[in-house]
Nanobody, 125 residues
Framework: QLVESGGGHVQSGGHLTLSCVYS????????IGWFRQAPEKEREAVGC????????SYSDSVAGRFTISRDDDKNTVYLQLANLKPEDTAVYYC????????????????????WGQGTQVTVSS
C-alpha cells in the first residue's frame, strides 16, 4: 500500500513537501517513483529513487527544483517541491514495482505495479 499526503494550494514560487508512506511491500520493491497528472494530460514522470542504493533521477522539467529523499525508519519517501510554477499543478502519485530494478529506477509508468491514490498540488500565479 502507498499513501501520499502533503498536497495543497500555494502561490507561484512557493514550496511543498509531499510524503509517500509505504507498507506491505515486497522486500524487493526497491524503486519508488513520483508521477503527476494534470487535467486532460497524460501521467508523466517527476522522478524516482531506489530504496536499495539511494539512486535518484529527475525529469528535465523539475530537475533542480524538486528533491526526492527517503526515511527507511518511517517507510516514507519524500518529494520536496520548490520554486513551484503554475504548470506544476497536478495530482501527484507515488508508485512502486515488483522488483524489476535493484539498483536504479525508471521513469516509465508501465514499469510500476502499485500506485497510491494521489495528492493534489495547485499552484496559482
Amino acid at each position: 500500500q502507498l499513501v501520499e499526503s502533503g498536497g495543497g494550494h500555494v502561490q507561484s514560487g512557493g514550496h511543498l513537501t509531499l510524503s509517500c508512506v509505504y507498507s506491505g511491500l515486497p522486500s524487493y520493491s526497491y524503486q519508488i517513483g513520483w508521477f503527476r497528472q494534470a487535467p486532460e494530460k497524460e501521467r508523466e514522470a517527476v522522478g524516482c529513487i531506489s530504496r536499495n542504493t539511494g539512486y535518484t533521477s529527475y525529469s528535465d522539467s523539475v530537475a533542480g527544483r524538486f528533491t526526492i529523499s527517503r526515511d527507511d525508519d518511517k517507510n516514507t519517501v519524500y518529494l520536496q517541491l520548490a520554486n513551484l510554477k503554475p504548470e506544476d499543478t497536478a495530482v501527484y502519485y507515488c508508485a512502486t514495482d515488483n522488483g524489476r530494478f535493484t539498483r536504479y529506477c525508471s521513469d516509465k509508468t508501465y514499469l510500476y505495479d502499485y500506485w497510491g491514490q494521489g495528492t493534489q498540488v495547485t499552484v496559482s500565479s
